[in-house]
């Protein structure tokens, strides 16, 4: 069983950053494939990001593409993701997954879930 904890969203104008972090309750957090899926209002929930099981392989969406950094920290059982260039399109809720699969983007392959932090972008 792994308990995900998201912080670090809010409001920011466009063109601003934030940083995302998830907390893992897992001792075993480094067997765990992570990733950041969001959901904006009506539509349904996406893949943002990926991070394999150590960092070494790292993946993003065509829309976080060169703004958005997904690192962990292994040791302090931690998931990072720096966004950068926030445009009002980024605004939704932002979740923080982990799972058994390395490379999966489709949301049903992550068997952990946080309870998501809001990010708004205003314009």
């Known amino acids: 069983q792994v308990q995900l904890v998201e912080s670090g969203g809010g409001l920011v104008q466009a063109g601003g950053s934030l940083r995302l972090s998830c907390a893992a309750s897992?001792?075993?957090?480094?067997?765990?494939?992570m990733g950041w899926f969001r959901q904006a209002p009506g539509k349904e929930r996406e893949f943002v990001a990926r991070?394999?099981?150590?960092?070494?392989?790292?993946a993003y969406a065509d829309s976080a593409k060169g703004r958005f950094t997904i690192s962990r920290d292994n040791a302090k059982n931690m998931l990072y993701l720096q966004m950068n260039s926030l445009k009002p399109e980024d605004t939704a809720v932002y979740y923080c997954?982990?799972?058994?699969?390395?490379?999966?983007?489709?949301?049903?392959?992550?068997?952990?879930w946080g309870r998501g932090t809001q990010v708004t972008v205003s314009s």
């Open positions: 991070s394999s099981r150590f960092g070494s392989n790292t």
């Open positions: 997954a982990a799972g058994p699969t390395d490379g999966a983007t489709d949301p049903q392959r992550y068997n952990y």
């Open positions: 897992a001792r075993t957090f480094s067997l765990y494939s």
